[in-house]
Every structure is written in C-alpha cells, then in structure tokens.
C-alpha cells in the first residue's frame, strides 16, 4: 500500500466515523428517556421505565416515571407531575419503554386485583388505561427484560 491510497483510507474512515458520531447525536434524544414537546409528553427510555399518565390520552404536564427496581407498594407515597399530587387511583395511561413488563394492582401492597402489560418491542408503547382499570391503580412494578 503506498502513502497515496494510505491517506485515502485515513480520510474514508474519517468520513465514516464523523457520518457515526452526528447520526448517533441525531439519533440520541430518541432513544433516551426526554420530554418531547410536539407530542406533549415524556417518553421513557430503555433502562426499564414507565411513564404514568393521569390524562387518557398520555399527555400533559401531570405524570410519574416509573424506574426498574424501585419499590411502588403504596402510590399515595408517590407524588409527580406539575400539581404534586400523589398517585394513587390516578393513571389512566401509560407509555412503557422498550422490553419493560409493568404490574399492577387494585390496592397497596400488591394486594386485590391484578393485570400486567408487557411490551416486548424495542419501541416504547402506549397502552389507555380504560374501563374499571381507570384511576385504579394503587400498587405496580416495573421490570426491564
Ligand atoms: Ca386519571
């Protein structure tokens, strides 16, 4: 290899590396946990989250971010969203981050009625909480598979 087609190679990986580094800063406010404005809403990221919403519609200010390996046992400790309030028979909709299982039941202490939502796609999800579920909830987990 001579010196000519030694500083083609240089600058074609150059190239190659600085293409990477500006798509993955492009890239980056997606795949990581952030308020997006145009939706009006905070989406989670990867690392096991939920987002719990009290509007159906999973927008506004009032929501909680739920984390993997946090303890939720009673949802009136836990207090979120541009009011204060706790959480407790208030989520009404949640976005789940990508391969992350969220558990929930009627009362504290992971007692009375049970169901869970698994998301096993590497693109969060978005699940209305409808019907009796609405503003029920008084204990959940969250699990990041
Ligand atoms: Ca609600």
Redesign the pocket.
Known sequence: MNNRSMVALFSKRCLVLMVGLIAFFLVMPMAFAAWDGPTNRYNPDGTGQVVGY??SDCTGANYIILYHGTTYKNLTNWHGGSDGRNFND???CIIVGPNTKFEYWQHKDYKGKYGSFNNTSDQIDTKVIDGWW??SMSSVKVWKQ
Do not use: F
């Open positions: 009290d509007t208030r989520i009404s609405d503003n």
